[in-house]
């Protein structure tokens, strides 16, 4: 009887212990990972068709900063003599899920999937649903 207490004693022991060295899921809010650093499109669709993105579109990238404003840089290689960068403010939803950017060209809003290695922009213009998936850049 002494062997199997003892033998129960080192199960929940060993239990205690392996559940105690269990890593615990850390979330990182959505406003850290959006401004860790910045983002290029790798991908866009509209209604679920895929776009292919021009050379001159591949290597724009967006930065969003702590301070609520973003610029959306144009690359080494411009699509039109007139493009520039774009400046403007962002914020988020309390949950973290909807983005809010303003800028010249208007107000944005979007639903957003992010984490650290993905972000997902989806938005609605003109009855077409936009599908942007950005990746660090």
């Not at 207490?5 to 199960?11: A, G, L, R, T």
């Not at 669709?45 to 967006?62: F, G, H, P, R, S």
């Not at 983005?99 to 290695?117: C, D, N």
Request: with cysteine.
């Amino acid at each position: 009887m002494r062997t199997i207490s003892h033998v129960i004693i080192v199960i929940f022991g060993i239990t205690v212990a392996l559940s105690a060295c269990q890593k615990e899921k850390v979330t990182i809010p959505a406003k850290e990972i959006l401004t860790f650093g910045s983002w290029k499109v790798a991908s866009y669709k509209i209604n679920d068709a895929e776009i292919v993105l021009m050379d001159c579109q591949k290597d724009n990238y967006i930065t969003f900063r702590t301070d609520g404003t973003y610029t959306d840089y144009v690359g080494d290689i411009t699509c039109s003599i007139s493009e520039k960068n774009i400046n403007g403010t962002w914020s988020l939803s309390a949950d973290g899920k909807i983005l809010t950017m303003e800028s010249l060209q208007g107000i944005q809003t979007a639903s957003l999937e992010i984490s650290k290695s993905k972000m997902i922009i989806t938005m609605t213009a003109d009855g077409d649903i936009n599908v942007m998936t950005c990746v660090p850049y």
